[in-house]
Structure formats: C-alpha cells, structure tokens
C-alpha cells in the first residue's frame, strides 16, 4: 500500500472512530485497524496530518490530537448547520447556526434559536454530547 493510502486510511479510521467515541483513538488502535505493526509508523503518519492540517495537537509534549474540522462555506462565505446537543437529563436541544467570513475579518457565529427543546425536562445543567448534522 502506498504512503498516500495508508495516510489516507489512517485519517478515514481516526475520523470514524471520533465521531464514535468522541475521542481520538491510541496509536495502537490505529495501528491494529490498519495494519503497523509499529506505534512509530502510526506516529509518522499523524505528524504529516498535523502538518497538512487535518489533524491538531491538543496539548504540548503529549500524543494527544484531534480533528481538525474545517467547514466549507459557499459563495457568500456562509454555511449553515443544524447543531444538537444532547443534554444529561436525556432530552436533545436543536440550534440552528449561521456561520459567516468575510475577507480579513474574523468569522461570526449566529444562533437562530430553539428549534426543538420539548424533551428537555428542567434547566439544562451539563451537556453530554454535542455534534454538527447535516446543512439545515
């Protein structure tokens, strides 16, 4: 398998996994789903995912990273997602978010409010997952 391929299966497989867990997996992990044998190999691979921008690390000196998401916006420079988060208590809270960039500015984010919160059944004390659907 070409380096490309591998590079390109490793960052198939970490991307897969995170949505899963919402966790990055171990080097090892990595390895055994793609087949190194070697966490240094797994490691090669991560530093030129980093380096191309797909990968970020989360703290110094650790082997810890994440995706980094980048989101496509259209001709206007605007893209709209539908965001959900699922709440301790069980219920789900939908929020529909307006992303925009105009040149050389920094982005803005803006929420249009609560689409759906009928589940929710007092304050909303800790979010336990929170994830990006489909464009509205």
């Known amino acids: 398998m070409s380096s490309k391929a591998m590079k390109k299966r490793i960052f198939e497989y970490i991307t897969k996994y ?6 990055a997996p171990s ?9 190194l044998k070697s966490p240094s190999s797994v490691s090669r691979y991560i530093e030129l995912l980093k380096d191309e921008g797909k990968l970020m690390t989360v703290s110094p000196n650790t ?8 989101i496509d916006l259209d001709r206007k420079g605007e893209c709209s997602r539908r965001i959900r988060l699922e709440v301790a208590d069980g219920g789900v809270v939908f929020l529909d978010c307006l992303m925009a960039k105009v040149e050389r500015q920094p982005a803005s984010v803006s929420f249009s409010g609560i689409l759906d919160a009928s589940q929710i059944k007092g304050k909303v004390g800790q979010v336990v997952n929170c994830k990006i659907e489909d464009e509205v």
């Open 18 to 23: 995170t949505d899963s867990n919402n966790h």
């Open 27 to 35: 080097y090892r992990e990595i390895g055994a789903a793609v087949g």
């Open 63 to 70: 082997q810890t990273f994440s995706l980094a998401r980048k």
